[in-house]
Nanobody
Framework: VQLVESGGGLVQPGGSLRLSCAAS????????MMWYRQGPGKARELVAG????????NYADSVKGRFTISRDNAENTVYLQMNSLKPEDTAVYSC?????????WGQGTQVTVSS
């Protein structure tokens, strides 16, 4: 089982990034997918989630209207489009796959928002 995130990097405030999480080794389309983040000195936070079929999404209040989660079950990939980035969005972003009590995690990708 693998979850491999990509797309992180350094971006200026107000900029955009698109994170990807490529899954393998399990039936991706059955799993709810989520993006979490952990900023420096902060607890891990659920950023966004999407149902297995992709129709239902949820977001942390801090990112509503700026971030969009989506998935492509044919490509076994979940995305996080991040717009209007703020310095407080700086964190390691990790994807998570959840089905019942079974959960898988990626290794994370660093997002740094700074001028």
């Amino acid at each position: 089982v693998q979850l491999v995130e990509s797309g992180g990097g350094l971006v200026q405030p107000g900029g955009s990034l698109r994170l990807s999480c490529a899954a393998s080794g399990f039936t991706f389309s059955r799993y709810r997918m989520m993006w979490y983040r952990q900023g420096p000195g902060k607890a891990r936070e659920l950023v966004a989630g999407i149902a297995s079929a992709g129709g239902i999404t949820n977001y942390a209040d801090s990112v509503k209207g700026r971030f969009t989660i989506s998935r492509d079950n044919a490509e076994n990939t979940v995305y996080l489009q991040m717009n209007s980035l703020k310095p407080e969005d700086t964190a390691v972003y990790s994807c998570n796959a959840l089905l019942g009590f079974q959960a898988y995690w990626g290794q994370g990708t660093q997002v740094t928002v700074s001028s």
